[in-house]
């Protein structure tokens, strides 16, 4: 038996990137998967290629509205609603001081307020059902903080805090609510921070010595929407290869032996 047989899923921004890999993963999984994006073809493109067990619904996670649309869509599809993704997001490289109110605004939008929409649509339906797993991504950069990516930082801050303060408040219907933070995952969010003019982060300041692959966050999602996870509300999950416990750069590299970028590599069996 796969490990989420039956259960139907909304995740947003799921038409590329980690979306898109929680999207393709949950399938194998046994899921039933609601892509919703604004990218149309991307999602109509993605949802085709899994088959019966994908639908894909527009959605801009900033708009109430189509929320609505969005959980009544999963519904009709797969009969229920068991788990929501809150995946979609948007990075806009500037500081405190450089950001316009519009960008500004357009992230919390985004990243925050998106994330305040999709747990209020999915509760009716998880209420029905008495049970039901939200997860909301957050980032390593929500364990310390970015100067470069200010709005992006505090909106990320803020999905921990609506994490856990809707866990304790969802906790008596059962529905658990819990975040992942991924680190330096290699999807064209890094290409879009490149063009505006942002420097790749380096993989050598990630204590695994790498970025990570979308494929690597979905199995962290696949956990937590799963009933291995029945008593996990509230938690935050790394998949951030160490780097939000600190970078791995410390005064004195050469105390370290060198680093291979391959998982495992050079590890003494
Ligand atoms: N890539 C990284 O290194 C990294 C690190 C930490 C956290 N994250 C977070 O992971 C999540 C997925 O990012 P990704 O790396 O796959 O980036 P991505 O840019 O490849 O994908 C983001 C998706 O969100 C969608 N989206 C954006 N705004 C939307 C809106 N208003 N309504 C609906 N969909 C919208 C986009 O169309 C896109 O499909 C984001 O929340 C991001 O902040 C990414």
Excluded: C
């Excluded at 139907?8 to 039933?32: C, N, P």
């Excluded at 500004?104 to 339906?125: L, S, Y």
Aim: glycine share 12%; no cysteine; proline share 5%.
């Amino acid at each position: 038996m796969a490990r989420l047989d039956g259960k139907s899923v909304l995740i947003t921004g799921a038409a590329r990137g980690q979306g898109a890999a929680h999207a393709r993963r949950l399938v194998e999984e046994g899921a039933g998967v609601t892509i919703a994006d604004l990218r149309e073809d991307e999602g109509r493109a993605l949802a085709e290629e899994l088959g019966e067990a994908a639908r894909f619904a527009t959605l801009d996670v900033t708009d109430a509205a189509r929320w609505a649309s969005a959980v009544e869509s999963a519904v009709a599809a797969f009969g229920r609603l068991d788990g929501l993704v809150n995946n979609a997001g948007m990075i806009t490289v500037h500081s405190l001081e450089s950001a316009t109110v519009e960008e500004w605004d357009r992230v919390i939008a985004v990243n925050q307020t998106g994330v305040f929409h999709g747990m209020r649509a999915v509760i009716p339906e998880m209420r029905k059902a008495g049970s039901g797993s939200i997860v909301n991504i957050a980032s390593v950069v929500a364990w310390s903080g970015a100067a470069d990516f200010y709005s992006y930082a505090v909106s990320k801050w803020a999905v921990r805090g609506m994490t856990k303060s809707a866990a304790l408040e969802l906790a008596e219907p059962g529905i658990r609510v819990n975040t992942v933070a991924p680190g330096e995952i290699d999807t064209e969010m890094m290409t879009d921070m490149e063009a505006q003019g942002a420097d790749p982060p380096d993989p050598k300041v990630v204590p695994l010595g790498r970025w990570g692959a979308a494929a690597e966050v979905s199995s962290a999602i696949v956990f937590l929407l799963s009933d291995e996870a029945s008593y996990v509300t509230g938690a935050e999950i790394g998949v951030d290869g160490g780097l939000g416990v600190g970078p791995a750069v410390g005064p004195n590299p050469q105390l370290r032996p060198p680093r291979g970028t391959a998982p495992n590599e050079g590890m003494e069996s």
